[in-house]
């Protein structure tokens, strides 16, 4: 049998905030965005905050209006970036099948040792334990024979909890959980099985599989395996070494996009995230893009091409995924998902084109360089580009990260946190 953990780090952004200066302890605070009126939004909140009903990716107002006396800490995310990583160095003593599912968030597959630690419940709380006293933070973590039972557990106790879901327990614990609390299930996808008399992830599990195909296409063999304890998923590692092959980003959308520009919102946003960790890997320019996309039927598409030069710029390789979108995709069904990936990377100077002028692609490193330092300073949130912002919800969905799509279907594993 399978001994699968998923860790879940409580309040992590928050938590990260109250470690760095211990004054805020004991105060309603929030992680926000950037703060200009209503495009400031709620990144994260910690319990005290969460007791007044704020919620992640509210406007800060919103938030004030519930509780007057919170306290707003600007986002630094090269501190998120740096405690994960202990964090992750703390799992690795147990095993070395690890997946992020996102900043705070990981899959351990700990049935090859979990017996040298008194089973899988013994290994969880030697992680529990040596993260809140090693790190300063909390994790909830969840024991289970598949991920997404797993993850299911971490989040039925928190904050600093472990709670096991086995077989003899399962049926008793999770099939009386609403259907929403399965992971995968969004807000569509409940209302439709809502309307089909399904409520709970019991009900979901003693539909015929055939008729939840014929609800909800592909998808429906997917929520009754995982319904039903049955899905095999593998914890597929994020392999974080010197010989990374390729960095990628994705990420599946909260709603149907149909339009081209709802697109290219995403493209571009996901481009800024794999370029800011190839500058942070430093492991040379990207000169090939690949992008891929998911439409709502759960159907994949592939398509890769060469940058017009190496780069680590954003906008060179959001370019590239722009025309590289515009060939592959024919819009026979609206998209659900994208993502973007670099690799064939090159090392050290490279050769200039004697044919063309480089001051373009000089000024590019410039101005890139110039927002990754104010970013390092100040936070993530604190400059975007003016094509993310224009459309607020695509920004918040890109920070929540909560709707991503199932590993056996996600075209890269990276998420940004809760």
């Known amino acids: 049998m399978r001994i699968i953990l998923h860790s879940d780090l409580n309040n992590f952004f928050a938590s990260v905030e109250e470690q760095k200066n211990p004054e805020l302890k004991g105060k309603p605070i929030i992680v926000v965005g950037k703060k200009e009126d209503r495009h400031g939004i709620v990144l994260a909140k910690n319990t005290l905050a969460k007791s007044f009903g704020i919620k992640t990716g509210e406007a800060i107002w919103q938030a004030r209006n519930k509780c007057k006396d919170v306290v707003e800490v600007p986002a630094c995310y090269p501190d998120y970036t740096r405690v994960s990583k202990e964090v992750r160095k703390i799992y690795e003593r147990f095993t070395d099948k690890i997946e992020s599912f996102g900043i705070d968030e990981c899959w351990l597959d700990v049935t ?50 472990i709670t096991v879901i086995n077989y003899d327990n399962y049926k008793n614990t999770v099939w009386k959980l609403p259907v929403e609390d399965l992971l995968y299930v969004g807000r569509s996808t409940k209302e439709k099985l809502n309307r089909h008399g399904v409520y709970t992830i019991g009900d979901l599990a003693n ?76 492991i040379g320019k990207a000169i090939t893009v690949k992008v891929g996309v998911i439409d709502n039927n759960l159907n994949r598409y592939g398509k890769q091409g060469k940058t017009e030069y190496p780069t680590t710029s954003a906008l060179e390789i959001a370019k590239t995924a722009y025309k590289l979108f515009d060939e592959l995709y024919s819009w026979k069904r609206p998209v659900r998902g994208v993502g973007v990936t670099v690799c064939d990377f090159t090392h050290g100077k490279q050769q200039l084109n004697m044919f063309e002028n480089n001051e373009k692609e000089e000024r590019e490193d410039r101005l890139t360089e110039a927002v990754e330092n104010i970013r390092q300073r100040f936070g993530n949130g604190v400059i975007q580009r003016a094509s993310i912002l224009q459309d607020e919800r695509l920004y918040s969905a890109d920070i929540k990260g909560k709707h991503t799509a199932p590993a056996s279907n996600r075209i890269d594993s990276s998420k940004v946190d809760e």
């Not at 790190?135 to 299911?152: D, E, R």
């Open 112 to 161: 090859e040792t979990a017996r040298l630690f008194g089973g899988g419940e013994g290994l969880a709380e030697k992680i529990r334990k040596a993260v809140k006293e090693e790190i300063g933070v909390t994790v909830s973590v969840g024991v289970s024979f598949n991920k997404i039972f797993a993850k299911l557990a971490s989040d039925m106790k928190k904050p600093d909890a």
């Open 207 to 282: 539909v015929e599989e055939n008729r939840l195909r014929s609800w909800l296409g592909k998808w429906g063999s997917y929520l009754y395996s995982y319904a039903n304890g049955t899905d095999q998923s593998p914890v597929v590692p994020n392999l974080e070494d010197e010989s990374v092959k390729s960095i990628g980003n994705s990420l599946t959308h909260y709603k149907d996009l149909t339009t081209v520009e709802e697109v290219r919102v995403l493209l571009l946003m996901l481009s800024e995230s794999v370029a800011s960790r190839l500058r942070e890997e430093k």
